[in-house]
């Protein structure tokens, strides 16, 4: 089994715009890429679960970088932080162009 969740979240972190690559990558500075690694198996254990025993239908929340609510937080969070270190921040929004 654990070999199995190896693979199983190494092939996770590795698919493009996917949520378990966005955490494996915030996880990476702190614990390291075999602890994330694991970290990242341990979640997909409890996703696993809980589709198996509550019957639920497992969605992909996509990346958290390209949710606009995460972005704004992340956004006032680091502007704050430029402030309390003497920089002038002015924060404006980018207009997104369509095609």
């Known amino acids: 089994m654990r070999r199995v ?8 972190v590795r698919t493009r715009d996917s949520f378990f ?3 494996y990558h915030r996880l990476i ?10 970290a990242i198996a341990h ?6 679960w809980k589709i198996l025993h509550d019957k639920v239908h497992y969605i992909e929340r996509g990346p958290l970088a390209l949710d606009p609510v995460a972005m ?12 309390r ?3 002038t921040i002015e924060v ?6 369509t095609t």
């Open 21 to 23: 690559r966005e955490i």
């Open 85 to 87: 270190l003497g920089y």
């Open 92 to 97: 404006k929004p980018v207009a997104v162009a």
């Open 29 to 38: 500075p702190r614990l390291g890429v075999h602890k994330a690694i694991w």
């Open 72 to 83: 704004k937080r992340r956004v006032t969070k680091l502007a704050r932080q430029m402030r």
């Open 43 to 48: 979640r997909i254990a409890k996703v696993v």
């Open 5 to 12: 969740l190896n693979q199983v979240a190494w092939s996770a």
